[in-house]
């Protein structure tokens, strides 16, 4: 068995036209995604008033310590006076390298963000195309179209409300160093690639460990779906590695030793202390059999789809962690690539194949298998055994997130069979070019969220600097504001903190401390929760409130 032309010959050097087509798909992905923040006076700010405004806070706490105006960079200034707090979240660690000059330059908060993210996606994109064509042998007309579908996907567009997901636009750079490093020739480019890679890699896992995770246990899982089809030639791959190129896997093996100290840093005490989610709350976000198609309510294609055949679901299900499915396109697609490679794969003639070959069936099986791992059967669930046996599996209760990382195989086997077809099907340019617009087509979405730039700086120039002799404050109970959330009112704490560098009892996070319990200020104990805080850390003296939305500081403890 072989791959079509397209993907065993070197890939030509695209002409104009092409890198013309592919700019302009990246602009109108780009202009779709970003389009409340484009074109609003790029006031739209990508997310909601919760975690998007934390991982500012985060990015505004990064700004200050490489600025050096913070030096205690494991700590910053929420939930005080926890220490370690920086590792009860993701750390977003490579955001803040790139936010940072933003903001000296001049950007406020939210534009430096915006840019980060905007960022993201030409890294994600032009990856992608990278490593399809250069590594895959994709054409590169096919490779623009996969990495539309990697970066500007529906189920990205979804998860854009938490930030950090889009992290995963790294992942094909990661793939093309590593890819570029065993294809060099000569050591000393090989051994930088190598390093690059690992190096990149495991900074993944200090900004955003979710993707880190997700990628590390697809790439072992591809390597032993890759190992088990290779079969008796496995021991002669072996046997390359170790021999010619051990240069390679040394240096891969460093970097990532390098890259992954600031995450065993951060986040390691907070493993130490047995933080670890209960398989209860696993479940709670567990997918269902349908999810793998559930696109959400903002679905432009799909939605009363999705609505009368109850894919989406009841109201509880629809909060972004369930709706992160392949669209019904892509996901044939995919299911037809993997049959055709099955099928060419099973014949007898077909085993002496190329090693590229074999590794385009090794990402499909990992990918199904993957998605397969977290599902129901009949009460037997499979993401148990890794839940229990994995590590760091213990500390992941969104599982379907798995969808982000796996989209990049997708995308992947997309491309591919659009060259398929372009080349083996009667009147294959025109088919593969209708189906690769409906498959774009497919993932125009409604959203994403967004809030306002203006009135978060409004609101930030409202808040006068705290009382002269306050040395932490805490948010002073009341009622909510009608629409804002608990877990907004915790990111204006935040973003008070880091503005005025004034630690604040208050924040939100993914792990917070034991006996902290001043999740919401309009609760009926959250008086009480304060004063226990308090008198519990000898907090009292130079204690203030701030009431938040009104700018108002409380010059006294609670």
Known sequence: MTMPPAATSIARSPCIALILSASLLFAFGLSRMFRKWLFDGFDGVLGDQGDARLIIAVLEHWYRVYSGNWSDWLNPPFLHPERG????????????????????????????????????????????????????????????????????????IVKVGHPQSYCAMVLPLVCHLTASAFKAERRRPAIVAAAAAGLLHGLIFATAWFTGWFATLFAIIALLTFAALRGADLKQDAAYVISTKRHVLAAWIAGFA???????????????????????????????????????????????????????????????????????????????????????????????????????????????????????????????????????????????????????????????????????????????????????????????????????????????PPPAHCRAFYLAPGVLPTGVSAVAIQSDAMLVAVRFGIPTLNGSSGVFPGEWRLHDPSAPDYVHALRDWSTRHGLAAGLCGLQSRAGAWIDHPP
Do not use: K
């Open 85 to 156: 707090v920086l590792g009860f979240t993701d750390a977003y660690l490579l955001y803040g390298v790139v936010y940072t000059p933003l903001r000296l330059a001049g950007a406020d908060p939210f534009t430096a963000f915006m840019l980060v993210m905007a960022a993201l996606s030409a890294i994600g994109f032009f990856g992608f195309m990278r490593l399809a064509t250069a590594d895959f042998g994709v054409s590169a007309g096919s490779a623009a179209v996969g990495a539309f579908l990697f970066a500007f996907a529906n189920m990205m």
């Open 258 to 464: 390098i890259g992954i100290v600031p995450f065993l840093t951060i986040h390691g005490p907070v493993w130490l202390q047995g933080h670890r989610r209960d398989f209860s709350e696993v479940l709670h976000f567990a997918p269902a059999f349908s999810d793998i198609v559930n696109l959400g309510h903002s679905s432009w294609m799909y939605r009363s789809l999705m609505l009368s055949t109850g894919i989406i679901g009841p109201p509880e299900r629809r909060f972004g962690e369930f709706e992160l499915g392949f669209t019904p396109g892509v996901l044939i697609v995919v299911i037809g690539m993997m049959i055709m490679l099955l099928r060419s794969w099973i014949r007898p003639a077909s085993r002496a194949v190329e090693t590229r070959t074999v590794t385009v069936i090794a990402l499909a099986l990992a990918l199904f298998v993957c998605w397969l791992l977290q599902l129901n059967y009949f009460g037997l669930r499979p993401w148990y055994a890794i839940w229990a046996l994995v590590p760091g599996a213990a500390a992941v209760r969104t599982a379907f997130r798995f969808q982000i990382v796996l989209n990049l195989a997708a995308a992947l086997l997309v491309a591919l069979a659009l060259d398929r077809i372009r080349l083996e099907l009667r009147r294959g340019p025109l088919v593969a070019a209708l189906l690769a617009g409906f498959l774009i087509v497919e993932q125009i979405n409604r959203g994403p969220v967004s809030f306002s730039r203006a009135e978060q700086l409004a609101w930030l120039q409202r808040v006068p």
